[in-house]
């Protein structure tokens, strides 16, 4: 049987390139620009992508558990046992689209005016309050040894704020009111005193609040639309670490193609 072998492709097809017919602006990519403006660019105005790392399958299959689990519930309009636990008076919401914008590649869209761009974003939950106000939810797993009960347990908790940010602003945009709380379901796979694993993890599931912040967006977009319009690259963001390795790797490649040319001379 032969390997199944997944090549780097450093020239995507240009419909998917900004400008294209394929082209939006994800939740992801915002994300990507806020990092790096620069590989956000080589992305998404000249089709290379930073090379993708492993999946993270243990993480996809507890999203998927858990969206399985809270659909039951759904189902009979009943809260989860978790959020009647934490005390939050909801439900897990039901609309025809729901489907829709938790599938990637698709989510939930609005076309901005301003910058012309369809901007979206996969949302993983919904919950309802009474009053009719809607609750961002994500879903995360890890693995730490302490209970994670705030979002400054994590060391991604600004991009969270952005990541629900963005989801609330999207679903204000839909014409939704939206509770400025959103939650992250956390699956913490514990590492306990067991002395064997028995194909078993146990987890530790915790909700954890999140006020997002969505004040920073209009003006991103207008960045990025200014970003994307530029015929010159623009600066490498100051913690990236892609830029310095394309950077110092073409550095040194060129030495030595140059030092074999006069070698050959």
Request: proline content about 5%; charged content about 30%; glycine content about 6%.
């Amino acid at each position: 049987m032969a390997d199944n072998i997944k090549r780097y492709n450093p020239n995507r097809h240009k419909d998917w390139n900004y400008g294209g017919k394929n082209w939006k602006l994800s939740r992801s990519k915002i994300e990507l620009f806020t990092e790096c403006p620069r590989c956000f660019y080589l992305d998404n105005k000249l089709g290379t992508a930073r090379p993708r790392g492993p999946a993270f399958s243990l993480n996809i299959a507890v999203d998927e558990l858990f969206k399985r689990e809270f659909d039951t519930f759904r189902a009979e309009a009943k809260p989860h046992p978790i959020m009647e636990k934490y005390k939050i008076d909801a439900v897990p919401f039901v609309h025809k689209s729901m489907d829709d914008w938790r599938e990637n590649f698709v989510g939930i869209m609005h076309q901005h005016k301003e910058t012309g761009f369809t901007v979206s974003g996969a949302i993983d939950d919904i919950w309802v309050k009474p009053d009719g106000s809607l609750i961002v939810v994500d879903y995360k797993s890890t693995s730490k040894e302490s209970t994670i009960k705030t979002l400054s347990d994590s060391s991604w908790e600004d991009s969270y704020k952005r990541q629900m940010g963005v989801y609330q602003w999207l679903l204000e945009k839909e014409g939704f009111t939206v509770d400025p709380t959103g939650y992250f379901v956390y699956a913490n796979a514990k590492v306990d005193d067991r002395r064997s694993f028995d194909d078993k993890l146990i987890f530790e599931t915790t909700v954890v609040p999140c006020v997002g912040s969505n004040d920073w967006i209009e003006k991103t977009l207008v960045d990025i639309k200014a970003c994307l319009e530029k015929k010159d690259f623009p600066a490498t963001g100051e913690r990236c670490e892609f830029c310095p390795y394309r950077e110092n790797s073409g550095k040194k490649l060129q030495k030595i193609h140059f030092d074999n040319a006069k070698k050959t001379k």
